[in-house]
Structures are given as C-alpha cells and as structure tokens.
C-alpha cells in the first residue's frame, strides 16, 4: 500500500497554505489556532 495521495501541489495552486506537522496532536493544535485567527 502507498498511503495518501500527496495533493499539495494542487491546493498550492488553489490558493491555499499547506502546513505539515510530525503528528496528529501537533495538526490538531495547529488547526486549532488557524481557526481561531478566523473568529
């Protein structure tokens, strides 16, 4: 099995920030405070 499909390039293009995180309690952080920002 290969995993995920990697479509960073793709959301690059739309516009949007890609942000990589080592593991699953770090992204939720992160996605935490990028939400906050927008409130």
Not at 6 to 22: A, W
């Amino acid at each position: 099995m290969r995993g995920f499909d990697d479509f960073t390039p793709l959301f690059l293009r739309m516009g949007f920030e890609v942000n990589f995180e080592d593991s699953q309690r770090k992204a939720v952080k992160l996605a935490r405070k990028i939400n906050m920002m927008f409130w």
